[in-house]
């Protein structure tokens, strides 16, 4: 088989980037390893930036987000259970979308069936050759066949644990990474949030996050030690830890109920440079992973493919190679920013555990500030509503 560009992963990456190329006429062939089902499974944050909402519309999926998303103008930040909203249309003028990342992915699954783009999933040992000579080819086995594609560029949408990043030749890859020593034990509920917008709560009990997905839909998370199992959190202790954190008012307000989905992930900075090698480029989790606080995964993820779908689209249009060779830099910039951002917002709310005094004072007194400061506050809400692309 030939295509014009090979999609490794049919997470949002890969499915936003054949969708933008299905559009504008250039031919994709998008292989993922596991089932749409599977895909679907995955449960993950849900705040749009402005920008990531605008190139869904470029996609073409606008339609059921216009209607099912929430526009929140800002968010609460709680210290001790006493909460301060910072606004971020009052400070810069812009909001949030909160819409679920798998309902991004469900869109734009539904969206590839109706353009008819090719989608192959459950592909097997998937490998990748001739990155470096311009005869790129992607290997990979359905069902028990061996298959090949041909194809002019590799765009390695394939996650943190894809084989993308991993045929980059370790001499050229440098990879930087900051681990957290704790996670995130979250929880999706259907029962109508006892809050208006997200709260994010610093506690000495550790950190908790009262988010949503609709009207009817809560999603929560605490920070858990890293060692937890989830099979150690039944939901009455869930809600009793997220209740001691998230502030006596709300607590005495909310209503809980029996989890429809409860998991852990452990928290992580990582980002690999550089995001192009040859004729492959790297695109969200397969080149970077930041921290949940700040929900920037998926708006990063985003940012990539459409500096990626700019280059490709300059390339088949006018044979101009300029932006495809400034893609990782360019994407690369607006990375380290969130990466900055999402360290930021992760040291300043979460407890440390075995840390001294000294840094819990220095973070107590910058939520303070924050608290009193619009200038910090600004801050926040610029990068938090995303910074432009
Ligand atoms: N071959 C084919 N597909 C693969 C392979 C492989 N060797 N390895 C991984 N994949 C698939 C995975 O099964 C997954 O469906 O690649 C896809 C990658 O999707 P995501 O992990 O969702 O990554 P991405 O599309 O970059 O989305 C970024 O997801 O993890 C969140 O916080 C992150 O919100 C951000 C978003
Ligand atoms: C979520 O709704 O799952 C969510 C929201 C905001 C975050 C992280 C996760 O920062």
Redesign the pocket.
Known sequence: MRTQVAI???????LLLGQLLQRAGIDNVI????TPD??LG?I??GVLEQGTVDVLKLAGVEDRLQRESLLHEGVDLSLEGVRHRISFHELVGRTVTVYG?TEVTRDLMHAREAFGGLSVYE?ES?ALSGITDRRSRVSYTLHGDAREIECDFIAG???????SRRSIPAEVLRTFERSYPFGWLGVLADVPPAWDELIYASSERGFALASMRSPTRVRCYVQCPLEDQVEQWSDERFWEEFKSRIGADIAARMQTGPSIEKSIAPLRSFVAEPMRHGQLFL????AH??P?TGAK??N??VSDVFYLYEGLLDYYRQGDRGSLDAYSTRALRRVWQSVRFSWWMTSLLHQFPGEEEFSSRIRRSELEYLFTSPAAQAVLAENYVGLPL
């Not at 490794?8 to 890969?14: D, K, R």
């Not at 949408?157 to 084989?163: K, N, P």
């Open positions: 490794i992963g049919a997470g949002p990456a890969g292989l993922e390893r596991r599977y895909v995955r993950r944050a990342q592909a998937v949408c394939d996650g943190y644990h894809g084989v695109a969200g989790d397969a992973i930041v949940p995964g998926l990063l993820a």
